[in-house]
């Protein structure tokens, strides 16, 4: 008897309070989600231009040693598609490839690339990356960062958009593809 009346008086949830329950939950769901996205894809462009300083850093502290071994770098006023070094890493192997007018003097850059490639390997340790810099009076001046070669598609800025404040369409950092791309100085929308 006393296990009946025990059954009897424990209560359940109604189907009319599940309802209510779920349709909060899926609310709150529609909220957060996107919100979660979006700061995920935030720190991925933050990571991605805190990579790209450092890998500027990098070849700019290269370049003063360069410079400074009597190398001769061009030294004028980029204008806008010359010159630029690219750097790719692919398991953990750098390659690198200078544009013409990269170098003034008589240069050797099979030297010059493994140079590079040996000092970005003691000091940045990507084991995937790519990487385009822009030189302007000696120094890159402007870098863009992808995480490797495959995703650098026409997503890449070119120096001369570095000036302007309209060149992301979606997001800053973001690709319409959805590439991240990390920049050297930080190129965002005015």
């Known amino acids: ?11 359940a949830f109604t189907l009319v309070e599940l309802v209510v329950v779920i349709g909060i939950i899926g609310i709150l769901s529609a909220i957060l989600i996107p919100t979660l996205v979006n700061v995920a894809r935030t720190a991925n462009v933050t990571s991605a231009n805190k ?3 450092d890998i500027r850093n990098f070849v700019n502290t290269w370049l003063t040693t360069v410079d400074s071994d009597g190398h001769n770098i061009n030294k004028r006023a980029n204008s806008g598609n010359d010159p630029y070094i690219k750097i790719v890493a ?5 390659k690198s490839d200078f544009s013409d007018g990269f170098w003034v003097g008589n240069e050797s850059e099979a030297d010059m690339e ?13 084991r995937e990356m790519f990487a385009v810099g822009y030189l302007d009076k000696g120094a890159v ?3 863009c960062y992808c995480v490797n070669e495959q995703q650098s598609t026409e997503a890449i800025p070119t120096f001369s958009d570095f ?4 060149f992301w369409e979606y997001a800053n950092g973001i690709a319409n593809d959805g590439t991240i791309v990390g920049t050297s100085p930080i190129l965002e929308n005015g």
Do not use: F, H, P, V
């Open 51 to 53: 990579t790209a300083a």
């Open 141 to 143: 001046a402007a870098l």
């Open 1 to 11: 008897m006393k296990r009946i009346i025990r059954l009897k008086s424990k209560k």
């Open 90 to 94: 692919q398991n953990g192997e750098y």
């Open 114 to 126: 493994k140079w590079l490639s040996d000092y970005l390997i003691s000091n940045l340790g990507y």
């Open 163 to 166: 000036s302007r404040t309209d």
